[in-house]
């Protein structure tokens, strides 16, 4: 089995501010001394960045010569649409054509970002496209605003994914695109081959999927574009280190990755709010290889009514005992 390209976002080096310390708990580092820590992972050869934060047309040179000098490559490319007042009303789907049209220009220069640095990706997660009441949002309009932006930046450039990271909530209440289907048929309305999903394994949680489920509908229809990896309690968003609470969905989702040709990147997502960041971030990529190597002691057999349910279990147990 070949093992899976892993990255880590540059955010989990973060200040780590929440509502109730705005000031965070760690000191802020730059984008060089979080390289620096970044690059003394073991089995990481990748960094998630954001654009036009970390890297953008003015300093994409000096970016990429820091991560390069660390061994490092760019794996994905987000870009900037919810952690700015300005897209309080949405990106994509907003009402105002000003910000809708700044949405798509800032997509496409991220897509051009993302070429030079050599990444054929870039995520979207729209956190603020959505709504908070009843009888707020005219849902029609959204949705067609979603389908048409999203495609015309798709068409700009169809050498670059656009992998669209569906959410249940936060920071809206509801937000559009909220699910592993409703992310796939948005995909899929768009007509373009390049527009795709990322599934975050605990947005998947917190949306009451099965992520292992999600992850194999989205690869049987070829929209499968990029992974976050982390965990919670079914409640939030925590982004803990994976493997700390769903386990064995996490073995399910990694064997189903690997059973359907899984090939692209893998990211670390975590937030360590009080945690050190150098040892959540190890602790989800050693518990992610050594889900790589249990599931290849795992006896898979279906379930197709010849023995008792929960057989699954068994054999799991035994593959723990073996590895």
């Not at 194999?216 to 499968?224: G, H, I, K, Q, V």
């Not at 989702?253 to 945690?275: E, T």
Request: proline share 3%; hydrophobic share 40%.
């Amino acid at each position: 089995m070949k093992s899976n390209k892993l990255s880590v976002g540059i955010w989990t080096y973060g200040m780590c501010t929440e509502r109730y310390v705005s000031s965070g708990y760690k000191p802020f580092l730059t984008f060089k001394d979080r390289i620096e820590k970044l690059k003394e992972l073991k089995e990481c050869s990748g960094v998630e960045i954001n654009y036009p934060n970390d890297i953008n047309e003015d300093n994409y040179n000096e970016i990429l010569d820091i991560i390069h000098k660390a061994g490092l490559v760019v794996s994905v490319i987000n870009v900037e649409l919810v952690c700015e007042p300005q897209w309080k009303h949405g990106s994509f789907s907003s009402f105002d054509d000003r910000m809708r049209e700044l949405a798509i220009s800032r997509t496409k220069k991220a897509m051009d970002i993302a070429a030079i640095c050599g990444s054929d990706t870039v995520n979207l997660w729209l956190g603020l496209d959505g709504f908070d009441y009843i009888l707020e949002a005219d849902y029609t309009r959204a949705w067609r605003n979603l389908v048409e932006g999203i495609r015309e930046c798709a068409r700009y450039r169809e050498d670059i994914k656009l992998a669209l990271e569906y959410k249940l909530s936060e920071p809206n209440m509801k937000c559009y695109i909220n699910s592993a289907g409703k992310a796939l048929a948005l995909s899929l309305l768009t007509e373009c081959s390049n527009v795709g999903v990322t599934l975050d394994f605990g947005h998947a949680i917190n949306a009451n999927e099965n992520p292992a489920e999600s992850a194999a509908m989205l690869m049987a229809e070829n929209r499968l574009f990029h992974v976050h990896v982390n965990d919670n309690y079914g409640v939030a968003d925590d982004d803990m280190p994976a493997g700390t609470v769903h386990w064995p969905q996490f073995i399910e989702f990694i064997y189903w990755l690997n059973k359907m040709g899984y090939d692209k990147w893998i990211s670390v997502d975590i937030y360590p709010y009080r945690d050190d960041a150098q040892h959540a971030n190890q602790l989800t990529i050693d518990f992610l290889r050594y889900a790589e190597i249990l599931i290849q002691k795992l006896d898979v057999k279906f379930y197709d009514g010849t023995e008792p349910k929960g057989m699954s279990i068994s054999r799991l147990m035994e593959a723990i005992k073996k590895s």
